[in-house]
């Protein structure tokens, strides 16, 4: 009898530590995570960009080429959050999508960003069923509206510029969303794939595209990142996402040349993995 209280004693004391260490992993883990913090994933040859807001708010701008983003999303979310508030699709591409496709499965998702464009493969068909059978709300992106993410944090859509749901335009890259991220005051511009036709008629509208951050478009092609955008942009830094010796050669030399020109810091997932900024809402820090 006296060995039982006394073992059950230990065990009662052991399982109040167990509890009181948890309690203190989560709210460390809570602490850690309460900051503004922006992740471009190593998802090889493609997109995938996720974004923490301190209130607790998390989006992802692209999915990546495959379901390589899920595991992602497991290191940097605790195991017991289960929801992402906002999805941005920038364009029906196999490298920006293919990966969302496991995020709409395996997560609840507050809300669906996308131009919403008629592309007839049957990765996007399963996209738009799983939205569907989800019962997701979908906001077609338009230039001109405004995404409040925090009192302090707000998404600015700046293309595209007209209604493009259920066209089919001739190149799904002028359909592109491209957006800029505003933290207090840092930004970040989020061009997806756009090329220069699109860029020049950003810079033609007067849009302001001022920003700290670049994610550089279609992956560091040569069709993108033209002189007249990068010095409209102004960024300290510029980001590329491409694969690893991928098949397109991403990034060009021309690229890279236009924005060292530029005095443009550059970083490369091919060659540094997840690249982690966060801001204090004044400024940039790089987490490597
Ligand atoms: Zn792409
Ligand atoms: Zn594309």
């Given at each position: ?5 006394k073992y ?8 109040l530590a ?10 460390l ?56 508030d906002?999805?941005i699709?920038t ?9 969302l ?17 008629r592309y007839?493969?049957?990765?996007y ?11 997701v ?8 509206q ?23 335009p001739?190149?799904?890259h ?10 207090s005051s840092?930004?970040v511009?989020?061009t ?22 670049l994610?550089v478009?279609h992956?560091g ?5 033209a002189?007249?955008f990068?010095?409209m942009?102004a960024?300290?830094?510029a ?19 236009t924005?060292?020109k ?9 060659r ?13 820090v790089?987490?490597?």
């Amino acid at each position: 009898m006296d060995a039982v209280k006394k073992y059950g004693h230990a065990i009662f004391l052991g399982v109040l530590a167990l509890g009181v260490v948890a309690i203190w992993y989560i709210v460390l883990y809570v602490e850690a995570h309460r900051v503004f913090r922006v992740t471009f994933f190593d998802v090889g040859q493609g997109d995938a960009i996720f974004v923490e807001v301190p209130n607790g708010n998390q989006i992802l701008i692209d999915g990546g080429p495959s379901d390589r983003v899920a595991a992602k999303l497991g290191e940097h979310m605790p195991f017991w959050d289960r929801s992402i508030d906002l999805l941005i699709l920038t364009h029906p591409h196999t490298d920006h999508l293919n990966g969302l496709l496991e995020v709409l499965k395996r997560y609840d998702v507050g809300m669906v960003m996308e131009a919403g464009v008629r592309y007839s493969t049957p990765e996007y068909g399963e996209w738009r069923d799983l939205l569907k059978k989800k019962n997701v709300q979908v906001m077609v992106a338009q230039r001109g509206q405004r995404v409040h993410i925090s009192p302090s944090a707000d998404f600015d859509i700046l293309a595209p510029f007209e209604n493009s749901e259920n066209t089919s335009p001739k190149n799904v890259h002028d359909a592109m969303v491209v957006s800029k991220l505003r933290y207090s005051s840092t930004t970040v511009l989020f061009t997806g794939d756009a090329e220069e036709t699109l860029e020049y008629k950003l810079l033609m509208s007067g849009a302001d595209l001022a920003a700290d951050i670049l994610k550089v478009g279609h992956h560091g092609s040569k069709t993108s990142t033209a002189n007249a955008f990068v010095r409209m942009a102004a960024p300290k830094i510029a980001v590329i996402s491409a694969g690893k010796n991928n098949r397109y050669g991403h990034p060009h030399q021309q690229t890279l040349d236009t924005l060292e020109k530029f005095g443009v810091k550059i970083f490369r997932t091919d060659r540094d993995g997840d690249i982690e900024f966060t801001s204090d809402g004044n400024s940039f820090v790089s987490e490597f």
